[in-house]
Structures are given as structure tokens and as C-alpha cells.
């Protein structure tokens, strides 16, 4: 049976700065049910064409999620467990499954096994819950132990995932989500730093549980099949081609996407087989339309988004163009709190969100889109041809990002009528070559029609 993440939209919410909690938690405040808030955004998801929702944090944390203090409640300025769990259920009722962020490199300074060692020190049945632990020289917080952090960030305490009580717990607490939640898979954060061998194990849990539980690293650089097997992840963040989607834009240089596309899923195949993850922006990184230094160029790379192989993402509020940098220590500008009925009138491009509906329709109606061969066919400083085929269906995809119409002919294995899926028109092929006139800053998505 087909796993259905390859045929999935995702859209990405950070739930702690949209509904819009204290940056900090104080342990004793009563729940306050914001997730409730993201219940208004299930019809705005579905209007854009999403079937998936990847979920950041959502699990009680010191501040920002990624320092889990407890791994079996929801967070208490998001709301109680019934609160996750009826949000995860109206998702299910509109067709659109959840994922939620997997933190299982590091805890933070609050969870409640490393406060046991503050107090107990080598006594502690915890000591060697955690990664590096020393008790012959202070951490840089003054404990009167030190450990490993991630990335020497001391506020994030590294777990010792070979440790088997460690083990017992997490798996434990990834069975209550996936049982009392009803989710559908994890998002693993700082996957490329976190142990293969715990990763392999915690596939093969979650799927002896659910056997399409989707699993899906954070992985920014390596070789992506280090992760991707059938014992391990089912799929990981493409930051190799994050970059070029919009460097090849404001470069004018789309040989740097095609380069990394051509890498990925052309002739040598690296990837072939791996729906990647593929993302214009996230929760930490800036916006993508303070990037660009020409906010037409959003249309081109959202067609390019929609239409290369991998499975999509949209960031929160970066369909209307909301823009977002991120700060020195502070990431609160990308992860901002919105309210849907205002949200448009916040972005630079508020009709952006129209074109990606459409993009995401077209997708989903085109099976080449989603399952078909890459074969690249023009590369020039400011337009991208290629094609996607299946046994059945080819498709041809020709994006334009200069603010001028162009002209690209390609050769093509068949001649005859295409039709335009993004606009109305089609295009006759001839003598093995096919001629596509494309507008500026826009894209032509050309499907075969009959023999």
C-alpha cells in the first residue's frame, strides 16, 4: 500500500508563537487552552489545499519547546492534553493529519530527571540519563556537575538515548501520543545529530503501532540517505535545496536550484526514491519574502515548490508574504502570533495565498507531480525547464523569474498538445520539439494530452 505523505501538502504552524504564549513558563499558572485558537485555521488550511499539518511544540517546556520539561503533557500555556487532542481530531474530521515535533536529542534544564540530579548529584538514579555528565567541574550555569549540551548551548541538556531507561521513557511517551492523541507521525528534531541506532529503533516502534506512521528528520547537512532506509526515517528536511529556492532567484542564477535538483533526482537518482521535505522558509529561518529583492519572484518559486519532487510546505503566515527576521538570541520574529481575520492584511503579497490554492489543486489532480521522474531540459540565468513523467502522464514545468515574457524550446518525446494546468492555452509540439512562451515572473505547467 502507498504511504500517503508523498501525496500530502504540509502546512506548518509554531503553535507556542502563533496562538501567541509567555515566552517563558512558570510551572504553576493553570492551563489556558490557545490551542484552541488554531481551531479557526483547520478551514483556512483546507481552503489552501493542505491535508497535513506539521505541529511544532507542543509538549510542557521551559520556553521556546525545544527544552521538554515533561514529554507526557501538553504544554500548560497551550492548554491540557484534551486540548491536543481534540484539536488533532477536528484536523482528522477535514481530511488533514497531524505531525507533531519529536525533541529527543536534548530536555531542558527543567525536566524533571535533571532537576533530580541538581539535587541528588551522583546519587541520583538519573545521572546517567544525560549525555557527558561529569562531577569534577561546575557547568557553565554553576551546577556543581557539568554535561554535554547541543551545540555547547548549555540551556539544552543532551540525553543519553543508549541509555535504556532513557529508551523506556520516550518510546512511552511517543505510544500515549500516537494512542490517546491519534497522530500521525513525527517531525525528529536535530535528527542529524541525534543516534542513528535510537532513530532505527524508534521506527521500528512507531510502526509496529501504526505501520504508516510517517517519520521525518531535521536534517540541515549530510547525506540524506544516512537517515532515509526503510529501517529508519521515512523522509528528512531538504536544506539543500531550501537554499537555492530563493539564492537562485536573487542571484538570478537558476543554475544553482537546477544544479541541486538535477543532484538530488535527475539521471544519477541520489534521491529518487525520498519524498524530501521541502520548505521556502520554517520556524528558524527568516521569512522568505524579506529574502527577495523582488516580491513578484514568490509566484516562480512557489510553482517551482509545488511542482519539483518532495513533499511541500508552507510556513505559517508566508502565504500573504509576512515578513520575519530573526534577531541575535531571539527567534520571536519569525514565530510571531496571528489572527487569521487580520493575518492577509499583515503580508506583503496577500494574493500569494490564491496562487498556492491553485498550485496545491494542480498537484494534487497530477500524479506525475507527485510520483513522476525529474529530467531537467533548459537551465538559463532566469528560466528552469523540466519534466516530470510517469508511465501514464508527462508533464513539462517551465518557470520564468525575469520581469520580461520568454521564449525556451526543449525537446520533448512526443509530439502533440499540451495543456496548460496553470493557466488556459495549450502548446503544440513538433518534430520532437516543444516552444513555451512564458509570462514574466511566472511559470507554465504543461500536461500531455491525448495521443
Known amino acids: 500500500m502507498a504511504h500517503w505523505a508523498p501525496d500530502s501538502f504540509f502546512y506548518h504552524i509554531y503553535p507556542l508563537g502563533l496562538c501567541g504564549a509567555p515566552a517563558r513558563n512558570d510551572f504553576v499558572s493553570p492551563p489556558e487552552p490557545r490551542l484552541d485558537r488554531l481551531h479557526g485555521w483547520i478551514g483556512h488550511m483546507s481552503e489552501l489545499g493542505a491535508n497535513a499539518l506539521y505541529l511544532g511544540p507542543v509538549f510542557e517546556s521551559s520556553a521556546h519547546g525545544y527544552d521538554t520539561a515533561d514529554y507526557w503533557h501538553v504544554d500548560r500555556r497551550l492548554g491540557t492534553d ?214 513578484r519572484h514568490l509566484y516562480p518559486l512557489h510553482c517551482l515548490l509545488f511542482t519539483m519532487p518532495g513533499v511541500p510546505s508552507i510556513y505559517y503566515g508566508s502565504e500573504w508574504a509576512i515578513e520575519g527576521k530573526r534577531l541575535p538570541g531571539d527567534d520571536g520574529p519569525v514565530r510571531p502570533a496571528l489572527d487569521l481575520a487580520s493575518a492577509p492584511g499583515l503580508g506583503l503579497e496577500p494574493a500569494l495565498a490564491g496562487t498556492i490554492a491553485r498550485l496545491a489543486r494542480i498537484r494534487a489532480e497530477t500524479v506525475a507531480l507527485r510520483h513522476g521522474d525529474y529530467r531537467q531540459l533548459h537551465v538559463g540565468d532566469e528560466q528552469l525547464v523540466f519534466a516530470r513523467e510517469t508511465d501514464d502522464q508527462a508533464v513539462v514545468v517551465a518557470l520564468n523569474a525575469a520581469d520580461k515574457p520568454a521564449s525556451v524550446s526543449v525537446k520533448t518525446p512526443r509530439d502533440g498538445r499540451w495543456d496548460d494546468l496553470l493557466d488556459d492555452g495549450t502548446v503544440t509540439s513538433r518534430s520532437g520539439t516543444l516552444t513555451i512562451e512564458i509570462p514574466p515572473f511566472w511559470a507554465r505547467i504543461l500536461v500531455a494530452g491525448p495521443r
Not at 100 to 114: K, M, P
Not at 141 to 147: K, L, R, V
Not at 226 to 243: H, I, Q
Request: with cysteine; proline share 4%; glycine share 8%.
Open 82 to 295: 484534551e486540548s491536543l487532542r481534540s484539536l488533532v481530531a477536528a484536523c482528522h474530521e477535514a481530511g488533514i493529519r497531524v505531525v507533531l515535533d519529536g525533541v529527543f536529542n536534548h530536555v531542558g534544564r527543567d525536566f524533571w530527571a535533571f532537576r533530580d540530579v541538581q539535587a541528588n548529584g551522583p546519587a541520583s538514579t538519573y545521572r546517567d540519563w544525560f549525555a557527558g555528565i561529569r562531577f569534577d567541574r561546575r557547568s557553565p550555569h554553576g551546577d556543581p556537575f557539568t554535561y554535554e549540551g547541543w551545540q555547547g548551548h548549555f540551556d539544552l541538556v543532551k540525553l543519553n538515548v543508549g541509555n535504556p531507561a532513557v529508551r523506556e521513557h520516550l518510546f512511552g511517551a511517543v505510544e500515549s501520543w500516537i494512542r490517546n492523541f491519534g497522530i500521525d507521525g513525527l517531525r525528529l528534531d536535530a535528527a542529524d545529530v541525534l543516534d542513528l541506532e535510537f532513530q532505527r529503533a524508534l521506527a521500528a516502534f512507531c510502526r509496529e503501532i501504526e505501520p504508516d506512521f510517517w517519520l521525518v528528520g531535521e536534517v540541515v547537512h549530510g547525506d540524506y540517505r544516512r537517515w532515509v532506509k526503510p529501517d529508519g526515517l521515512d523522509s528528512v528536511t531538504n536544506y539543500e535545496a531550501y537554499k537555492g529556492l530563493y539564492s537562485s532567484l536573487v542571484d538570478r542564477n537558476y543554475f544553482e536550484i537546477a544544479y541541486a535538483l538535477d543532484r538530488q533526482f535527475g539521471p544519477k537518482r541520489m534521491y529518487r526514491e525520498l519524498p524530501l521535505y521541502n520548505f521556502a522558509d520554517n520556524h528558524d529561518q527568516d521569512r522568505v519574502a524579506g529574502k527577495l529583492h523582488d516580491l
